[in-house]
C-alpha cells in the first residue's frame, strides 16, 4: 500500500506516521509560568540527538487555535525546562497530565506526585521519574504548526541503581516505556536483548 501525505489531511498524517515510527521515547516535561505554577505534559516526539553537545529536542504541535501549547510557551517566557523519563508504573500519572487545562493550573495537582527543587533551573523535578534531565532552550524551529524545541541538557538526575559510578547503565533496573500506535497504545522494555556490532 502507499500513503501520498499531501492528499491526507494533518490528523489522517498524524496517524499513520505516529503509529509507524514507534517505539518512541516519552519526555514528560515540567516547566512553569510567569506566577510559578508548574505545568506538566508528555511529548513523544522527542530523542536526544548529540552529546557534544549534550542536546535533546522534543515537538510540541501548535494547539487549534494556532497558539503555543503551554509547555512552548512556558518554555519560550523561562527558556528551562525539565524532561523525565517514564516507566510503566508512571504511565497512568503522565496520561492525566497530558489533560488540556486552562494556562496557570498545573496538571500536577490531584496526583499522587511529588515534585523537588531542580539545581541548575528554576523549574521543579518531579522525584517519583527514574530519570529527570535538567535542561535550557538552545533555540526553537517552527515548522507550520510544529514547533521543534532543542534544548541543552545540563544534569542528569537518575534514581540509584540505574546508572553506574562510571554512567554504564544497570540493564535490569531501567525499563522506559515505549510510545506505540497512535492514540493511546505503548509497550513496555522488559524484553532487551543485545547485538554486538563489527569491530
Ligand atoms: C504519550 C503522549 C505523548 C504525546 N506527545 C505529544 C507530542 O509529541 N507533541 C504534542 O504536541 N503533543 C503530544 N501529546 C499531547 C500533549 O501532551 C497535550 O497536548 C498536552 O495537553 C500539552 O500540554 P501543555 O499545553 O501543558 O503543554 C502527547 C500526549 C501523550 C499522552
Excluded at 508504573?89 to 497530558?98: P, Y
Excluded at 524551529?141 to 534514581?159: K, P, Q, T
Aim: some cysteine.
Amino acid at each position: 500500500m502507499t500513503f501520498d501525505l499531501e492528499s491526507l489531511t494533518p490528523g489522517e498524517r498524524y496517524r499513520i506516521l505516529a503509529s509507524i515510527v514507534t517505539p518512541r521515547p516519552i519526555a514528560w516535561i515540567t516547566t512553569t509560568d510567569e506566577k510559578g505554577t508548574i505545568n506538566a505534559a508528555p511529548f513523544s516526539f522527542f530523542n536526544v540527538f548529540g552529546s557534544n553537545p549534550p542536546i535533546i529536542a522534543f515537538a510540541p504541535g501548535n494547539k487549534d487555535s494556532e497558539t503555543p501549547k503551554d509547555t512552548a510557551r512556558n518554555i519560550r517566557r523561562s527558556g528551562e525546562f525539565v524532561v523525565h523519563m517514564v516507566t510503566a508504573e508512571l504511565g497512568q500519572a503522565m496520561v492525566d497530565t497530558s489533560a488540556t487545562l486552562p494556562h496557570g493550573t498545573s496538571e500536577l495537582t490531584g496526583l499522587p506526585l511529588t515534585t523537588v527543587p531542580s539545581e541548575k533551573v528554576a523549574v521543579p523535578r518531579i522525584s517519583e521519574a527514574p530519570i529527570a534531565l535538567e535542561c535550557t532552550e538552545h533555540s526553537t524551529i517552527e515548522i507550520g504548526s510544529n514547533r521543534l524545541i532543542i534544548g541543552l541538557v545540563h544534569l542528569v538526575h537518575a534514581h540509584e541503581g540505574i546508572l553506574d559510578e562510571k554512567g554504564y547503565l544497570q540493564h535490569d533496573s531501567y525499563h522506559p516505556l515505549g510510545r506505540m500506535a497512535a492514540p493511546d497504545w505503548y509497550s513496555r522494555t522488559t524484553d532487551q536483548f543485545e547485538i554486538p556490532r563489527p569491530d
